[in-house]
Structure formats: structure tokens, C-alpha cells
């Protein structure tokens, strides 16, 4: 089997930039370790900045998201009892953010490859890159009871933080940086009613909490729970109890109850590996990258990857311009620090780090009272939400 680049992974890096280069006739073959359904079972993140709604515009995959997906021109911020609205179309001159699922953006790029009629394989075991370092790499991987040889001349490693794509480069040739934070985030999906037409991220002693959406009928919570914490010592009742202690009170006694449809609790880390490139393999999103979900850029950070890598291909394909692509890893990767930045300093002020530590808690407060007063203030904040601009190839 041949084709001209090899994707690992069919989430959504895999699958953005498969369809962006098969629009500019660039042949790709995805590879992808789970089912089809698997993949859309997960539950993840539900907030796109302009520059990926941009993106999956150019994708072709803009109509349903269109219909459905929810722009959010703000969002408020809650602690020490008070609530303050971020006016991100005000603060960054028209910028705004999308609410439309991850889930929904996987589910509309993988129909639109199959209507693309482009190979996906699912299901495929023990994929392995090689002669990475060389001009003819290749893809090793068993597919229905198949070994198959994937030849290509690049290869995107977009298979997640536990891929096997980070894995092929030597480990004496990348360096990784990262930051453990001690707690993680209790996620519940139910159909009810969001409790405010806006996102609102509130800070407070018992636990950071997030309201989110992903339609007006459809709601995402979280509560901030110690890392040794079991989803089955959370009923529904205890979910809902928890989330209205560390709301204001007048929006817990707003808020609608009900079964939830999915509860799961992901540890929030920090993580960023460099170089992103090795030869002819390049690190596509979460497999190069994870963010606390705090700032809601673990998505957008993967869909700026792939806008680079996508633009440096056509480049190639289009004018041959080889010499360009060494500059993937530096040019995602100033964009990247910024993202992490930002989502390590939301998640430092909104967090409960320790109990005892009662410096840190008035540290946290004054922080917000003072962002949160200040226009330069809430303009840093804005600015960041809404995604800073795309860094230019050359
Ligand atoms: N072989 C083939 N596929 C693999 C392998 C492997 N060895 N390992 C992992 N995969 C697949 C996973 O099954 C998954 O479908 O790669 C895909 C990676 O997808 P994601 O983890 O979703 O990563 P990515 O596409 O970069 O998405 C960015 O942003 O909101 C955040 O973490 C959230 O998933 C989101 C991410
Ligand atoms: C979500 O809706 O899942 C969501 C929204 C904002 C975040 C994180 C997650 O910061």
C-alpha cells in the first residue's frame, strides 16, 4: 500500500488534516488503533476558537456546526461570591468562541472522509513507524488478520498522549517538559438544561467547578476531585449536591437536575515534548502536547498544529518546498508555549491547591480581583480564550 502521507490516529488531528489535504488532492491514509464508534464514544472538550472554526470551514465540515454549534460572545468568572462576565467580542474587537462538542467535529469529519471515499483503516493493531530518518518511511501494521506495509513519504503521528508516534523517536533526541497537578476533573454529561446561557468558571474553597454545554438541552459540568477519587463513589444526587455548594446561590437554585448520560474523571496535566519533527514524522496535537483543560485549548492547540502542518505540505506538494518543513516544530511550538501558559495560570488561579496553604488562597483572590477590575486585565484573558492568531510559516 502506498499513499503520500501516513496518518496515525483518527481523532480529531488525524481527521482534520486528512480532509484539508485531500481537498488540495494530497493523498493520506489514517490508521487508527480503535473502532469507529469507539473513538466517538469518548466525551471530550466542547469550546472552538475562531481560527479552528476557520479551519473546518476550510475542511468543508462547516454545516452542521453552522446549524447547531453555539457562539458564545462571553463567559463569566465566580469567586469570593462574586461574578464577573469576560466580554470577549468587546475585548478583542469582534473575536468570539464556538460551543460545539469534539464529539460532533469527529463525527462530521469522519462522514465527510467517507463521502471523500479516502481510506481510513480501523481497528488496525501494532502500527509501527520506520526509516523515519530516511526519504522512504513506512508504516508496519496488522489489519484484519493482514500485514500490511504503508509506504509514504511523510508520516503525521496524531495518535494522542499515548500513542506509539512519540514513541519511534529516539529518546536521547527530544526533551519533554512537564507539570503534574495534584487533583483532577469530575466530568458529567446529562440532558438538562444548562444552567446559564453562559460558560461560567468559578473558583472557590470547596473545589474549582466549570458549567459547560453543548446544547440548550444538553449540559457539561465538572468538579474539581482528588486524584485518588472513584467515579463509582459519585451518584448523580452527590454530583449535583457538590456543584451547588460552589455555586453562587442564586445559580445552584437555577440549576436543573437530572440522570446523567456519562461521568468520568481525567488528571490534568501540563505536558510539551521538543522537537516535534524527527526526520520525516511529525507530532501532531495531543501526541506533542497536553494542556489543563482550564483554558479550553487542548482542542484548539491540535487543530493550530495541523493548520501548520497542513500549510507546509501544500507547500511542498504544490511549489516543492522542501526547505520549509524544518520549521514545523518551532512554529507550532511558540503558539504552543502560550496556550500552555495560559492554561497553567487559569488553572493555578481557580484551583484549591492545599487547604492549609492560606497564602496561596489570598494570592489566588487578590490575582482575580485584580484581572477581573483591570481592562488589561480582562483583556489578557480574553485575548487568550479566543485563541491568539496562527504563527506564519515564513
Ligand atoms: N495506533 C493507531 N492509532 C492510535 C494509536 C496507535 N498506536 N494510539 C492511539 N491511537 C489513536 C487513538 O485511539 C485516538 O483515536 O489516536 C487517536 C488520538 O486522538 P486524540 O487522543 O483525540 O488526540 P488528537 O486527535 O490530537 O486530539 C486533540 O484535544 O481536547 C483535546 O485531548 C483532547 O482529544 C483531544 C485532543
Ligand atoms: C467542555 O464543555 O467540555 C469544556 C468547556 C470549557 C473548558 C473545558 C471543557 O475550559
Known amino acids: 500500500m502506498k499513499t503520500q502521507v501516513a496518518i496515525i490516529g483518527a481523532g480529531p488531528s488525524g481527521l482534520l488534516l486528512g480532509q484539508l489535504l485531500h481537498r488540495q488532492g494530497i493523498d493520506n491514509v489514517i490508521v487508527e488503533r480503535r473502532s469507529g464508534e469507539y473513538v466517538l464514544s469518548r466525551i471530550r472538550a466542547g469550546v472552538l476558537e475562531q481560527g479552528m472554526v476557520d479551519l473546518l470551514r476550510e475542511a468543508g465540515v462547516d454545516q452542521r456546526m453552522d446549524q447547531e454549534g453555539l457562539p458564545h460572545d462571553g463567559f463569566e468568572l465566580v469567586f469570593d461570591n462574586r461574578r464577573v462576565r469576560v466580554a ?8 468570539n468562541v464556538m460551543v460545539y462538542g469534539q464529539t460532533e467535529v ?9 463521502a471523500a471515499g479516502a481510506t481510513t483503516l480501523y481497528e488496525a493493531d501494532n502500527v509501527q513507524p520506520h526509516d523515519l530518518e530516511s526519504d522512504h518511511p ?3 501494521l496488522e489489519h484484519n488478520g493482514e ?22 523517536i529516539p529518546q536521547e533526541r527530544i526533551k519533554a517538559f512537564e507539570k503534574v497537578y495534584p487533583f483532577g476533573w469530575l466530568g458529567m454529561l446529562s440532558d438538562t438544561p444548562p444552567v446559564s446561557d453562559e460558560l461560567i468558571y468559578s473558583r472557590h474553597e470547596r473545589g474549582f467547578s466549570l458549567c459547560s454545554m453543548r446544547s440548550a438541552t444538553r449540559s457539561r459540568y465538572y468538579l474539581q476531585v482528588p486524584l485518588d477519587e472513584k467515579v463509582e463513589d ?10 451547588k455548594r460552589r455555586l453562587p446561590d442564586e445559580v445552584a437554585a437555577k440549576l436543573v437536575t437530572g440522570p446523567s448520560i456519562e461521568k468520568s474523571i481525567a488528571p490534568l496535566r501540563s505536558y510539551v515534548v521538543e522537537p516535534m519533527q524527527h526526520g520525516r514524522l511529525f507530532l501532531v496535537g495531543d501526541a506533542a502536547h497536553i494542556v489543563p483543560p482550564t483554558g479550553a485549548k487542548g482542542l484548539n492547540l491540535a487543530a493550530s498544529d495541523v493548520n501548520t502542518l497542513y500549510r507546509l505540505m501544500v507547500k511542498v506538494y504544490q511549489e516543492g518546498r522542501t526547505d520549509l518543513i524544518e520549521r514545523y516544530s518551532q512554529t507550532c511550538l511558540k503558539r504552543i508555549w502560550k496556550a500552555e501558559r495560559f492554561s497553567w495560570w487559569m488553572t493555578s488561579m481557580l484551583h484549591n491547591f492545599s487547604d492549609e496553604d492560606d497564602f496561596n488562597s489570598r494570592m489566588q483572590l487578590a490575582e482575580l480581583d485584580y484581572v477581573t477590575s483591570s481592562q488589561a486585565g480582562l483583556t489578557t484573558i480574553a485575548e487568550n480564550y479566543v485563541g491568539l492568531p496562527y504563527e506564519p510559516l515564513e
Open 147 to 168: 500485514t500490511i506495509k504503508l509506504e509514504c513519504d511523510y508520516i503525521a503521528g496524531c495518535d494522542g498522549y499515548h500513542g506509539v508516534s512519540r514513541q519511534a
Open 106 to 114: 469527529t463525527r462530521d469529519l469522519m462522514e465527510a472522509r467517507e
Open 138 to 140: 513506512y508504516l508496519t
Open 88 to 95: 470577549l467580542d468587546e475585548l478583542t474587537g469582534g473575536s
Open 234 to 243: 459519585w451518584s448523580d444526587e452527590r454530583f449535583w449536591e457538590e456543584l
